[in-house]
């Protein structure tokens, strides 16, 4: 079955500590995005990918990395400079970013947790 | 900038019909998505607008005005299982063809 795989589903972090949060596609799709999503809050776009070997910042990239090495793949790596990361992450993708008529597709997400 | 605005909560019992409105400004629209987002799941693509007029697609409907800068996504002959967030999100040339911005969510709940 094609989709999108967020992994792990759930993840803690220490204070001061890096983590990377996985994002699978095998739907063959050209473009790819990351948001955070708060309780009351809509989702907020981090960063997105509309090809392989580049990416574009969001609305709040801040103490976020991101790499699209591979047209699969799009990790997320939170780092200790993102202030107040506790959210709930969702990776989506589109079949591409040249018709407005793709819905973005959504993986199951990843809910990171600060210790 | 972009502005979209839905009710935070809404209430309707089974079997009932309900409408869930969302408002936007944009400076270049391009689309309407609604979504359909159970609690701690990923959100699941319902319908799409471009054009004015209403979408049909099983009990779910869904409508555009774009000189009023409006949509509404109707729900009909509910069910206990259509108890979720509905998100409205909007696509804006001005923000490159990729991207959408999203609603804060309307929770509905269903009660028998």
């Known amino acids: 079955d094609g989709g999108i795989t967020q992994s792990p589903k759930y993840l803690f972090r220490k204070e001061g500590q890096n983590v990377t949060l996985s994002c699978e596609q095998n739907?063959?799709?050209?473009?790819m995005y990351w948001y955070r999503q708060d309780p009351g809050q809509g989702l907020r776009l981090i960063y997105y990918s509309q090809i392989v070997n580049d990416f574009q910042k969001g609305d709040i990239a801040e103490g976020y990395s991101v790499s699209r090495e591979k047209k699969e793949s799009f990790p997320l790596t939170v780092t200790s400079a993102q202030k107040n990361p506790t959210a709930f992450y969702l990776c989506a993708s589109s079949m591409t970013f040249r018709v407005s008529n793709q819905p973005q597709h959504f993986g199951d997400g990843t809910r990171l947790s600060i210790l | 900038g972009q502005n979209i605005d839905q009710p935070t909560e809404m209430t309707a019992t089974e079997g009932a019909i309900v409408q869930i409105n969302c408002t936007y400004q944009t400076s270049g629209f391009n689309g309407l998505f609604w979504y359909q987002q159970h609690a701690g799941e990923a959100p699941t693509f319902l319908s799409y607008n471009v054009l004015d007029g209403l979408e049909e697609k099983g009990r779910f409907s869904s409508f555009l005005s774009r000189s009023k800068g409006y949509s509404y996504l109707l729900l009909k002959e509910l069910q206990m299982k259509d108890s979720a967030s509905y998100l409205c999100?909007?696509?804006?040339?001005?923000?490159?063809?990729?991207?959408?911005?999203f609603g804060k969510g309307t929770m509905l709940l269903v009660s028998p």
């Open positions: 739907l063959n799709h050209d473009a």
């Open positions: 999100a909007v696509r804006d040339q001005a923000r490159g063809y990729s991207t959408l911005t």
